[in-house]
């Protein structure tokens, strides 16, 4: 298993600023996912994050937008910059257990931000 | 690509109620399949999965059989009570890929006294 602390747990921030969230884990892993889950909808996947190299951004999602950071094996930023309020949503850290048919994937609390 | 339906919610039930969330995939190769549960001002959890076909997932009274014929993964609970009162979401991964996810929409359960 794993055990991921992602902070901050929420806050509220003024459109056309940046916020950088944070997600720690408790062991290393190869692969990190960043969620998006905006209200009432279900979880999107942003982008994936290896260590040592770039993130691979999904279909709607630029780096300009969301630069992510993977300086190590146990730790990855999101920044979601210039922020609107369409940006409002929770933001979840997930890994994968490995590429195993038998693994789950954990998830942090999530980052619940509000854009004003 | 590789998708998931869900039955919308929201769903009330009383308690002691039965339960059935349906669930229904679409995937470009043999999937894994996953049902987690979001708790009021939680986190995911992971709720019960299944890996090939017939398959039972099973976890706190909950069960969810995988049938490749039909292409589903309906989540069932006998007896609900108020503290299975969450979203859950249906959710698979596709093997020899990437690891992640795609989710269904997730479904809101309320179970009332």
């Known amino acids: 298993s794993a055990v991921i602390s992602q902070k901050p747990s929420r806050d509220i921030c003024q459109r056309g600023t940046s916020l950088t969230i944070q997600c720690q884990v408790d062991?290393?892993?190869?692969?990190m996912f960043w969620y998006r889950q905006q209200p009432g909808q279900s979880l999107t996947l942003i982008a994936t994050a290896n260590q040592g190299s770039e993130a691979t951004y999904e279909s709607g999602f630029v780096i300009d937008k969301f630069p992510i950071s993977r300086p190590n094996l146990t730790f990855s930023t999101l920044t979601v910059s210039n922020m609107s309020p369409e940006d409002s949503s929770i933001y979840l850290c997930s890994v994968g257990g490995g590429r195993g048919r038998n693994t789950e994937a954990f998830f942090g609390q999530g980052t619940r931000l509000t854009v004003v | 690509g590789d998708s998931v339906t869900q039955m919308e919610g929201p769903v009330t039930l009383s308690e002691e109620a039965f339960l059935t969330i349906n669930c229904t995939y679409t995937?470009?190769?043999?999937?894994?399949l996953f049902w987690y549960v979001q708790y009021p001002g939680e986190g995911l959890q992971l709720l019960l999965k299944a890996t090939k076909a017939d398959d039972k997932g099973s976890n706190k009274g909950f069960e969810a059989t995988y049938r490749k014929e039909t292409t589903s993964f309906h989540l069932e609970k006998g007896s609900v009570q108020v503290s299975d009162s969450a979203v859950y979401f249906c959710?698979?991964?596709?093997?020899?890929?990437?690891?992640?996810?795609?989710f269904g929409k997730g479904t809101k359960l309320t179970v009332n006294p």
């Open positions: 062991s290393q892993v190869t692969m």
């Open positions: 959710a698979l991964r596709v093997q020899g890929g990437s690891e992640k996810l795609v």
């Open positions: 995937a470009t190769g043999y999937p894994s």
